[in-house]
């Protein structure tokens, strides 16, 4: 008896790319697919920008040989030990704080709930700087860090009774939260002895000069790791958008899924405070970036992520050139690009509000 032919596989959605994994198959998005592609290229370019100039330039075509120990001793020294650490360093910090803040932002309901926003940052920052100035311990300004963001996250959560249907709640607690842990922080610099404020001065204006390779090496690892979880997670966040009962008939867990999101919040801003300091609206910045470029029908994680990797990589190029010799912090650098562009949104809410 012949076998019955085998089921021919449903189209794809309009929109959609099928890929075939095993007897599984993944759809996946095609405009935010090319979107990420493009931020990935454009991550790349400035990633050879990065190493190529400063106040020492170096031709585009021997920057890739210098970073493998190829060519002049000078080109090798300043690739290799000046611009590749901070090179790394702005790609793993940007790409945690894109990730938090596109978590927060779809979990909250609110484009200006970000880590900066919901005291994420200030506690982080505050824990960080104690760790420095008024506590004697061996533990690391990054273990302090994510205590503190912890701390902070669990502070605002409590007092807001939760995110998701309390997103500006939410929001509005977790802005009194970090203000006055960042109060808190300006205390212990203000009574701290003149050489521990300058050790802890770093961790609160958000810097990329000198950091510590194993500070960058734990949040590689740790983004490692929460990456791929925030990107299941945002699949799961795409059914938050819907009303609870909506999402609890389709059978999502919605407690568990806003616990497992605020805990990867948690740890990617956490040690991404933990490397380089507050590096202030990156996490507001990079989630806008990659939603307009990939439409409105994905949470577009990693995408967040490659934007975050690109505002500090150029935020950093900036820092380093536009007043050279003298250098910049590139969170002074963020700060003063997403000041006036949190301004334009804060006003742009409101008129629509009032229309």
């Known amino acids: ?133 008024a506590v004697s311990t061996s533990i690391s300004p990054s273990a302090f860090a994510l205590v503190g963001a912890a701390t902070a996250a669990a502070l605002a959560l409590g007092l807001a009774g939760g995110a998701g249907t309390h997103g500006y709640r939410f929001l509005v607690v977790g802005l009194g939260v970090g203000a006055a842990l960042g109060a808190v922080t300006q205390l212990m610099l203000a009574r701290a002895a003149i050489d521990d404020a300058n050790a802890a001065f770093p961790w609160s204006v958000g810097s990329l000069n000198s950091r510590s390779a194993t500070s960058v090496a734990v949040l590689a690892g740790g983004l490692a790791v929460a990456l791929p979880v925030a990107v299941v997670l945002g699949r799961q966040l795409r059914l938050l958008r819907l009303a609870d009962a909506v ?15 605020i805990a ?47 505002v500090v990589l150029l935020a950093d190029l900036a820092g380093r050139t536009v007043a050279a010799p003298l250098e910049l912090p590139a969170g002074l650098v963020t700060a003063v690009i997403g000041g006036p562009y949190l301004l334009w949104l804060l006003l742009a809410t409101r008129s629509r509000r009032l229309a």
Do not use: Y
């Open 1 to 133: 008896m012949p076998r019955p032919a085998a089921r021919a596989a449903a189209p794809a959605p309009p929109g959609t790319w099928r890929l075939a994994l095993g007897g599984r198959s993944v759809l996946l998005d095609r405009r935010a697919a090319l979107a990420a592609t493009a931020l990935a290229a454009l991550v790349v370019v400035a990633v050879a920008v990065s190493l190529a100039v400063g106040t020492a330039r170096l031709p585009l075509t021997h920057t890739l040989p210098a970073v493998f120990g190829s060519g002049s001793d000078r080109e090798v020294l300043l690739v290799q030990r000046l611009r590749l650490p901070r090179v790394a360093a702005a790609l793993a910090v940007g790409a945690a704080l894109g990730t938090a803040g596109v978590l927060l932002q779809t979990l909250a309901r609110n484009r200006l709930a970000t880590p900066d926003t919901v005291g994420l940052n200030d506690g982080a920052t505050a824990f960080a700087v104690a760790s420095v100035v």
């Open 247 to 261: 999402v609890v008939g389709l059978g999502t867990r919605v407690k568990r899924v806003r616990l497992a999101v």
């Open 264 to 310: 990867t919040a948690v740890v990617t801003a956490g040690l991404a405070v933990a490397t380089a300091g507050p590096l202030g609206l990156v996490a507001l910045l990079a989630p806008e970036i990659a939603r307009k470029a990939a439409g409105p029908r994905v949470v577009p994680v990693f995408g967040a992520a490659l934007a975050g990797a690109l």
